[in-house]
């Protein structure tokens, strides 16, 4: 079975600077991907990055960067130059081949806030 | 940019009540899901659907869960005999082969 693990339930960041929010993941399979979810307070889900285990180069995509350490099973999130627009709820999930192909596995989330 | 559309965005039922939740998936997509979050908590898997059959389900997806993709275009969830704990956002997503694009959701309240 797969796990996901966020263990920061909220963060706080002041406007402009970096914030990394953590994500820790299990799984035996050795291919697999890895993906964060932004959730505003409007409900809906948005894609924000992919990584996938073969990748030898962290994902970015503009200000989104995934810092990923395969020996540690980490796929954590840097948000660099944040802005009040990215305070939402922040889901790391994780999807295994070769099973119900495409079943995305999350994790608790972490609330992130942006001060100005 | 092509989108995963749901309808209706909500929906209160009374308890016992059938229900059927509708989403359009990206076109060219072939695998389609729906997962379920209550409120303040994580996103749960319910079903996969890949080539007009269910390719995997949760244990949440009891029997009164079912899936249709009717024609070409929708895919529905329908819940038999809503109870007060299926009151939670649903949503639909598609992918083709990595990403998973989410629907905006619905917002089911069971009364």
């Known amino acids: 079975a797969q796990k996901i693990t966020q263990t920061q339930p909220g963060m706080f960041v002041q406007e402009k600077e970096a914030v990394t929010l953590d994500c820790t993941y299990d799984?035996?399979?050795?291919?697999?991907?890895l993906f964060w979810y932004k959730q505003p307070s409007s409900g809906e889900m948005i894609f924000l990055i992919y990584?996938?285990?073969?990748?030898?180069q962290n994902a970015t995509e503009g200000r989104y960067s995934l810092n990923f350490q395969k020996a540690r099973k980490s796929a954590n999130l840097v948000i660099s130059a944040s802005q009040l627009g990215d305070s939402a709820m922040y889901f790391c999930?994780?999807?295994?081949?070769?099973?119900?192909?495409?079943?995305?596995?999350f994790g608790q989330g972490t609330i992130l806030t942006v001060h100005p | 940019e092509p989108e995963v559309t749901q309808t209706p965005s909500h929906q209160v039922t009374q308890m016992g009540q059938e229900v059927i939740l509708r989403c359009v998936p990206i076109?060219?997509?072939?695998?389609f899901y729906w997962y379920r979050q209550i409120l303040g908590q994580k996103v749960e898997f319910l079903v996969s659907?890949?080539?007009?059959?269910?390719?995997?389900k949760s244990e949440i997806f009891d029997d009164q869960f079912s899936v249709e993709r009717p024609d070409g275009s929708n895919f529905t969830l329908k819940i038999r005999s809503t109870k007060l704990e299926d009151s939670a956002m649903y949503f639909c997503?598609?992918?083709?082969?990595?990403?998973?694009?989410f629907g905006q959701g619905t917002r089911l309240t069971v009364v």
């Open positions: 997503a598609s992918s083709e082969v990595l990403e998973a694009f």
């Open positions: 799984t035996s399979d050795q291919s697999y991907g």
């Open positions: 990584q996938g285990s073969y990748d030898e």
């Open positions: 999930a994780m999807r295994v081949r070769g099973t119900s192909y495409g079943k995305l596995t």
């Open positions: 076109s060219n997509h072939l695998y």
């Open positions: 659907f890949y080539n007009n059959e269910i390719s995997e």
